[in-house]
């Protein structure tokens, strides 16, 4: 009998317990029809287009790539993208590079004679045509599959239409470039041209016969892509620029076409400032609706801006103070309560907002506004909740404390909640937690011990293991795919401590402002009071054997814990960490640093390269040497400025592995790597450490 499989290799053979999920929910306009992607079973990489009736309860498969039906060839990942015209009759679907048309309501699939590799499909209003990305151009074919045809051809090398930029992916939430006007006869187009962004340079050493791969990469304090709006008549003819002063403004944060007209958002470089413009259908001219300002910076919430059916700004504002809130704004007015901390804007319908909010910073609920009702939660129990809304169903989503992975329903008024099934893998480890709030700033942690250990079986050394940085939350409500890596790293023999601190979203702004000028030492200062307080109270763990890892973000903060607090760390693991500020995109590390121009005292504050002769403490490094998100050399230029001051360290160096590891294999072993550097250093006791 093999041995049992390791939660590593589990966790990416499943893709993070993903596959055999159903998600990225479609809710046709009368509520009669949820799409959604879902694969066969848990380790199923297979994803097929379904339709769920809301009548019968029944699920039909619309697409299924492994169909030897379709003709397809080898299914790959199956569908990896799909959208549907307003009235959700047709779907446009991406499977294995072929642009796919399936009719929802006979379940009729054609594949269409695309130009090159097409991406990012999207059907017009009415379904007759689909408009696509191939080669730089925006493309159109019928939804018969005749007259495909370009409609915005580059212009020059590093010009592309439709696409998004990589600031605008990386750090914007904004991962789309063109919009269908609601009759389909316009489209309004984002051009991108790169010609004065950095070309850096991606290579794979253990391959030396394979070129380097060229990327454009907009460094702190370099050049950004220039991106401009246009209105293309989708058949044919001269396009019409929008008019935007890009040179105050340079970053397109968000846009769209509804039946008011085409808008669009944009953000000064300094991101200080947000304007949002109606823009006229017929000459490209603009009209501001709204204007935000922030001394620090003004926050992008997800969903923002929209309208309502009466022509209403959907926007949110940010009162300021500790006690400060995110609120969501209609027509310039305020429409939730002061303490309940808005996250995103999921859909306007009509007047309807359907909104996620969260008074307690570790959940989520969902909400939605009217005017008549005002702002009403749809979702009362603990956890992290979200959901799809289309006519008068709702899908709702549900991330849970008490089980991992999510529970979807699909929701009927008058009628009995339908399950949507779920064929994901359970985790093979179970987390054995204690939710702990800590410190005066209240701090939000987790604490996780090995399954195996008992009271007064010997003192557990601590593995500080946070992300805490303004990306994303590490403490919430809910059993998250990543909280059961640290419950590996608890039944190695660890007690491992997860901690959100200031700069982390969802408490309120103020609180995500306090890293504003620096991005480590807030940072810093809180997991060393969490780790402080938490030694306090649980004597059966080891003041004198404590370790840090992380990766992105919390690489660097890691580094950081051993350079600058070694007797409180005593050895760290730190992977793909941006150490130097000034090797980092644009719009993020000027968000929280300004430009380094105005203000090089922060990049050098923050630069861990500049701090590498105070290494004392035991420290292993390692990045993916295909990671174009955050370059090998902010690693190589550590690794080399640690060795001219003399300063022992270890580097682990991942061949053709991007900014993170996608080979189960590869991951297992790697964190295998990590525990076993850990107990090297700190000091092995007998424990029933666990695979």
Same mark, same amino acid.
């Given at each position: ?82 959208? /549907? ?13 072929? &642009? ?27 379904? @007759? ?9 925006? #493309? ?35 991962? %789309? ?9 316009? !489209? ?16 794979? $050493? ?19 892509a220039e991106v401009t709006l246009w209105l ?36 000064? @470089?300094?991101?200080?400032? &947000? ?10 001219? /603009? ?35 500790? =006690? ?15 303490? !309940? ?10 007047? +309807? ?23 009403? $939660? ?26 991992? *992975? ?51 079986? =010997? ?43 200031? =700069? ?19 940072? !810093? +200062?809180?997991?060393?009071?969490? &780790? ?24 660097? &903060? ?5 350079? %600058? ?24 590390? +000027? ?29 292993? !490094?390692?990045? *993916? ?9 902010h690693t190589l230029r550590l690794s080399a ?8 360290? +270890? ?20 964190? %295998? ?6 107990? #090297? ?11």
């Amino acid at each position: 009998m093999p041995p049992p499989e390791s939660l590593p290799h589990q966790f990416l053979r499943t893709r993070r317990f993903a596959l055999g999920a159903p998600d990225r929910f479609t809710v046709t306009p009368d509520g009669a029809t949820v799409l959604f992607l879902r694969s066969a079973a848990g380790d199923d990489p297979v994803r097929r287009l379904w339709a769920l009736d809301t009548a019968t309860g029944r699920e039909r498969p619309l697409f299924d790539p492994a169909d030897p039906a379709y003709g397809a060839g080898p299914p790959g990942d199956g569908v990896t993208a799909y959208a /549907t015209d307003a009235a959700g009759t047709l779907a446009a679907c991406l499977c294995g590079g072929v &642009l796919w048309a399936v009719e929802i309501a006979t379940g009729r699939v054609r594949r269409l004679p695309a130009a090159g590799r097409p991406s990012d499909p999207r059907p017009d209003p009415a379904g @007759r045509r689909i408009a696509y990305l191939a080669d730089g151009a925006l #493309r159109v074919i019928g939804a018969d599959g005749a007259g495909d045809r370009a409609l915005a051809v580059p212009d020059g090398p590093d010009v592309r239409f439709g696409a998004a930029e990589y600031a605008a992916t990386a750090s914007m939430g904004r991962d %789309r470039g063109y919009w269908w006007a609601p009759d389909g006869s316009r !489209l309004l187009v984002a051009r991108v041209d790169e010609s004065a962004v950095a070309r850096w340079y991606v290579a794979d $050493p253990a391959h030396p016969e394979e070129p380097p791969r060229a990327v454009r990469y907009p460094a702190a304090g370099t050049a950004n892509a220039e991106v401009t709006l246009w209105l293309v008549p989708a058949d044919g003819g001269a396009r019409t620029a929008v008019v935007l002063d890009r040179a105050r403004f340079p970053y397109l944060t968000a846009a769209g076409w509804d039946a008011h007209g085409p808008f669009a958002a944009v953000q000064s @470089r300094d991101q200080r400032t &947000l304007r949002t413009y109606a823009v006229g259908p017929a000459d490209g001219r /603009t009209a501001l609706l709204a204007e935000r300002r922030d001394r620090c910076w003004v926050t992008l919430v997800p969903g923002t801006p929209a309208r309502t059916a009466s022509g209403a700004l959907v926007a949110h504002r940010d009162t300021e103070g500790p =006690g400060g809130t995110r609120r969501l704004t209609v027509g310039g007015t305020a429409v939730t309560p002061e303490g !309940l901390q808005v996250r995103e804007v999921l859909g306007v319908s009509g007047e +309807e907002v359907l909104f996620t909010a969260g008074a307690d910073v570790t959940g989520q609920a969902l909400w939605s506004w009217r005017p008549r009702t005002g702002a009403r $939660p749809l979702t009362t129990t603990a956890g992290v909740h979200t959901g799809v809304r289309g006519g008068p169903t709702l899908v709702r989503i549900a991330r849970e404390p008490h089980r991992p *992975g999510a529970t979807v329903v699909v929701v009927r008024a008058g009628r009995p909640d339908l399950p949507v099934a779920s064929y994901a893998e359970r985790p093979v480890l179970a987390l054995r937690e204690r939710r702990l709030t800590v410190t005066g700033r209240a701090l939000r942690s987790r604490l996780l011990l090995p399954s195996w250990h008992r009271p007064g079986g =010997g003192r557990l050394p601590v593995l500080v293991d946070p992300y805490a940085g303004p990306a994303l939350q590490r403490v919430t409500d809910d059993q998250a795919p990543m909280m059961f890596v640290s419950q590996w790293f608890a039944e190695q023999g660890f007690a491992v401590l997860v901690t959100d601190g200031r =700069g982390t979203p969802g408490r309120s702004p103020h609180w995500e402002r306090a890293v504003h000028g620096d991005v480590l030492s807030a940072a !810093l +200062e809180d997991q060393a009071a969490a &780790l402080a307080e938490v030694l306090g109270r649980f004597p059966e763990l080891d003041p004198g054997r404590v370790a840090v890892r992380g990766w992105s973000f919390s690489g660097m &903060l890691a580094v950081a814990a051993v350079v %600058r607090r070694p007797a409180l760390f005593h050895a760290a693991v730190a992977g793909a960490g941006p150490y130097d500020p000034r090797l980092y995109d644009t719009h993020w590390r +000027e968000r929280f640093l300004g430009h380094p121009d105005a203000h090089p005292e922060r990049y050098d504050a923050c630069s861990l390269v500049r701090e590498a002769p105070r290494l004392t403490r035991p420290l292993l !490094l390692t990045h *993916g040497l295909a990671d174009d998100n955050v370059h090998p050399a902010h690693t190589l230029r550590l690794s080399a400025a640690l060795l001219a001051a003399g300063r022992p360290h +270890e580097v682990l160096p991942l061949p053709g592995t991007a900014h993170a590891p996608t080979d189960p294999a590869l991951f297992a072993n790697l964190l %295998r790597h990590q525990a076993d550097f850990l107990w #090297r250093h700190l000091g092995r006791e007998d424990s029933g450490a666990a695979a």
